[in-house]
Structure formats: structure tokens, C-alpha cells
């Protein structure tokens, strides 16, 4: 069945700019609708598509195209019954990681196995510019024109527009809910909890509760103070790595003086159209972060050592597994807006802070152009980056060299709509759940003085869980948020 409907919705009749806790009007249009689907698992899953206008300040303004499925537990009944109008389920909207990655299919999330069976509809969207949301990549900005207007048309793909999209289409869905459904609960995962927090701060009328992994971002902290924080933990799980094996100190840097050799001042050329630096290899070390990241690093090394002892260069194998590692050329909004999530609000720019903070660091001395090189080290390791974007990025990966340009626009742009209404928040009425780690990518000692601005918020913390527990260790994670949620504390 394919249905199209035109709805529009504004949302506290207002300017179209943000002030306090007023969101801007909110425009969304659900234009099909598939026959709903069973997969394995018991889930009955639609597939919706809506449209929103670029700027939801201007309703005329290009349209974007949103991608969501949503999925409920299906049980056959034992006798078939005459066809009725069921019972509405309520919502729960996944906020996804990134930015830039789209949601996984409802049969691959852990969501489905721990709040489905609770009573929701879970709806998995794809934030504009991800998955199959109008997705960005250098060919579709081409469409869109040079770098100047590249650069324009990304400033609405921040967390402030997306909630708006969410936003519009929860409005669209639970047009004919009756009232104590129409608000929908929402699951937010590390970008997708700083989403939370912009909903939580502009548009907490639509939100029965919220769910945060791994997201208690720093609320008024620009990119070079988060940067300082995170450098610190990877610095440690750096550490952790060649404790782990101390063999690699010794191994990484004689197979950065091999790249070096082989591909001289541009790098080793990769299938794809890269080049690998040994700036870009220290890159791998975003893995550090995540359950398994240090045991992944090694493994690449044992393979580029094996490749040198037996060949004298690296096999196309082991260059395309560099390559694709951070999917650095498939999710390009990851690079090119990283740093400006954490431009909280107007006068902050990103500036490549990651590059500015790291340059300070003694164990990051390989930022700086005039770097001697890894014999310079002496009998000190090679560190690893982590969660950090650098320039060099836009000179090594293949998507990213074309948008060279844009990200410079971007990183030096300083008028960024506000992200959050501290003010708001400190007078919150939405239950919210949220758990906080021992975390590479969202500093623990930074979610702690964001959770204390939060009101009414309650924390589960821990430190032997990482960044994406909730893909790798879920039932360390959700029923943690779930006890939260339903037992009370004395």
C-alpha cells in the first residue's frame, strides 16, 4: 500500500529562530508507506519515506528525502480474527552514533531484542545525509555546487536541524494518536545522545523519556577544551596497547619508516585512491576506543609486518583494509562535520583543534610538518590518534581529497546556531536514562558535569565498559538503563 500525505505542523508559533527553549516551525511530509513485512526474529517491519525542506525556517526550501523503518514484536494469533485497527504502539525513535552513519536494519539492532517485547514500535531514521536519507558524498555535493555553497547546504545537517527532523516526523506519524501517544520515547547512542540533548533543550514536549549511551557531551566545552580531555584517555589506552604488546613499539615504527620509504612525502597509493601516511595509519587508532579496538590494531600490524618480511611492500589485501577501516570515504559528514558538533553555539569554530591541541603534545609530535620521523623517538612509542579529525585527512582518503575546500569553509565558520539551552535543561521534566564509560570518544569527567546540569536525570557509570557497548555488550547495557527506568532508588 502506498499512500501520500501532506502534513504540516508548527510547533509554538514563532520566528524561525531559536530562542530558549522555542523550537523553529517544523514542516514534514509522509510521502509512502510499504505493506508492513515479517522478518526473522517476529518483527513486522514498515519502510516510510517523508520529506522536509533543507532549512525548516524556510518551508520552500530544498526538499530532503528521509529513510526510517519501524518494527513491533509480531505473535501469530492461534485464531485468525476479522481485521480491526490495532492498538497504536508507542514509539521509540533510535537516535544513531556518527554523525554520518545510517540506522541498522531492525533485525541487526539490540533494541529489538531488549524493548520490543516491552510494548513500543521502535523507528530506526536515518538522519538526513546518512544511509539512504539523501546521503552525502563528494558526487552528491557536486549536484549541489562549489565548495561555497557545498558549505552552506552541511550547515543544516547538525544535530539542531536533525532533531527538527525528528521532530516533524513524530508530529506526522501520531497525527491521529490519541494524546497520551503522541509523545514517543527515544534511544540516543553517542552523537545521537547530544541529539537528545538538543531535543531534551528545544523540544521536550515531544518526549515521553529518553535513553543516552555513551553521549553526555559537554554542554558549553568547544572542540580544543574536548579535545584536550579526550587526548588524555587515548594517551592511556595508548599505553594500554603497548603494555598489551610491547613488541609493537619497536614493529609500528619500523613499518612507519617503511612507509616512508616506499611512498615518500605523498604515501603508499591505495586501491581505492588514498594514499597511506603515517599519519593516516596512526588514525587506526579510533579503534582504541571501542571493545576489541586494541586486539584490531595488532592485528593490522602483525599483517603490514608480515607483508614487509615476506615482500618488501604491502599487498592490496592489507592497503584495502587500511583503507576501509573508519569508513573514512563512506561517511563523509563524519569527517567534514565532526568538529562542529562540538560548536556549541554562535563564536566557536572547530579550526581543526584536534591538529592545534595535538601539536602541544610531546606524544604527538607527528602532527608537526618539520617531524623528523620515527628514528627521532628513540626508545619512545608511536601514539596512536583517536577520535580526532586533521586536515591531513582531507589529503589521504580518496572521498575526501574532493572536499578539501569544503572543510575548510567549515572549519573556519564561527556562526553555529546553539545546540543546547542549559537553562532548560536545568529545569527538565523528561525522565532520562543514560549510561556513561570509561570512554575515548565522550570524557567521563566531562558527562559528569553534564549529567549534574540535567535535572531529574539518572546515570549508570562504569568503567570496564566501552564506547559501543550497546552493540557489543547490550545485556551489560540495557537492562541497566531498563532497571533505571522502572525500580526506584532509595
Not at 490495532?86 to 536494519?105: I, N
Not at 595508548?238 to 615518500?264: H, Q, S
Not at 575526501?400 to 543546547?420: G, H, R, V
Amino acid at each position: 500500500m502506498i499512500r501520500r500525505t501532506e502534513l504540516q505542523y508548527r510547533i509554538n508559533q514563532s520566528n524561525s529562530q531559536q530562542v530558549g527553549s522555542v523550537m523553529a516551525p517544523v514542516v514534514a511530509t509522509l510521502i509512502s508507506e510499504s505493506k508492513p513485512h515479517l522478518v526473522p526474529g517476529k518483527l513486522m517491519v514498515r519502510e516510510l519515506w517523508f520529506e522536509v525542506p533543507l532549512d525548516h525556517s524556510d518551508p520552500k526550501s530544498k526538499p530532503i528525502k528521509l529513510f526510517a523503518r519501524s518494527a513491533y514484536k509480531y505473535e501469530k494469533p492461534i485464531v485468525e480474527s476479522s481485521p480491526s485497527q490495532p492498538d497504536q504502539r508507542p514509539f521509540l525513535l533510535f537516535l544513531q552514533g556518527g554523525p554520518g552513519f545510517g540506522t541498522p536494519a531492525p533485525q541487526n539492532s539490540p533494541l529489538s531484542t531488549y524493548m520490543l517485547d516491552r510494548g513500543y514500535e521502535l523507528l530506526l531514521l536515518d538522519q538526513r545525509g546518512t544511509g539512504l536519507s539523501t546521503p552525502v558524498s563528494a558526487d552528491t555535493l557536486e549536484l549541489i555546487g562549489g565548495p561555497k555553497e557545498q558549505a552552506e547546504y552541511l550547515k543544516f545537517f547538525r544535530a539542531d536541524t536533525l532533531v527538527k527532523d525528528s521532530e516533524a516526523v513524530r508530529l506526522c506519524l501520531t497525527k491521529d494518536f490519541p494524546p497520551e501517544k503522541k509523545k514517543w520515547s527515544t534511544f540516543g547512542q553517542s552523537f545521537g545522545g547530544m541529539m537528545t540533548l538538543t531535543y531534551l533543550s528545544f523540544a521536550p514536549e515531544g518526549l515521553r523519556e529518553s535513553f543516552i549511551t555513551g553521549g553526555l557531551a559537554a554542554l558549553d566545552k568547544g572542540p580544543a577544551e574536548v579535545y584536550q580531555a579526550t587526548y588524555r584517555t587515548c594517551i592511556e589506552r595508548n599505553k594500554a596497547y603497548y603494555k598489551k604488546f610491547p613488541d609493537d613499539v619497536e614493529t609500528v615504527k619500523w613499518i612507519a619508516g617503511k612507509i616512508r620509504e616506499l611512498g615518500g612525502e605523498k604515501g603508499v597509493p591505495l586501491p581505492a585512491g588514498g594514499f597511506l601516511t603515517v599519519q593516516r595509519l596512526m588514525t587506526v587508532g579510533l579503534n582504541f576506543g571501542v571493545h576489541g579496538g586494541i586486539d584490531r590494531v595488532h592485528s593490522y600490524i602483525v599483517r603490514m609486518k608480515a607483508d614487509l618480511d615476506q615482500f618488501g611492500m604491502f599487498t592490496r589485501f592489507t592497503l584495502s583494509e587500511l583503507e576501509q577501516d573508519n569508513q573514512w570515504d563512506t561517511a563523509p559528514i563524519y569527517t567534514l562535520l565532526h568538529e562542529p558538533c562540538w560548536c556549541f553555539g554562535p563564536g566557536v569554530a572547530g579550526s581543526w583543534a584536534a591538529e592545534r591541541v595535538g601539536k602541544g603534545l610531546d606524544e604527538y609530535q607527528w602532527l608537526q610538518k618539520d617531524w623528523a620521523g620515527p628514528a627521532s623517538l628513540g626508545e619512545k612509542p608511536l601514539y596512536f590518534s583517536g577520535e580526532m579529525i586533521y586536515p591531513f585527512h582531507f589529503e589521504t582518503c580518496s572521498e575526501l581529497i574532493k572536499l578539501k575546500e569544503t572543510a575548510q569553509i567549515l572549519a573556519e565558520f564561527d556562526q553555529w546556531a546553539p545546540l543546547y539551552d542549559i537553562d532548560q535543561l536545568g529545569k527538565n521534566e523528561v525522565p532520562v536514562f543514560a549510561a556513561s564509560y570509561y570512554d575515548m570518544y565522550v570524557d567521563a569527567r566531562l558527562a559528569r558535569v553534564t549529567a549534574s546540569r540535567i535535572k531529574g536525570i539518572k546515570v549508570f557509570e562504569t568503567n570496564v565498559l566501552y564506547h559501543n557497548a550497546l552493540r557489543s555488550n547490550p545485556d551489560e547495557v540495557i537492562p541497566q538503563l531498563l532497571k533505571l527506568r522502572d525500580d526506584t532508588i532509595d
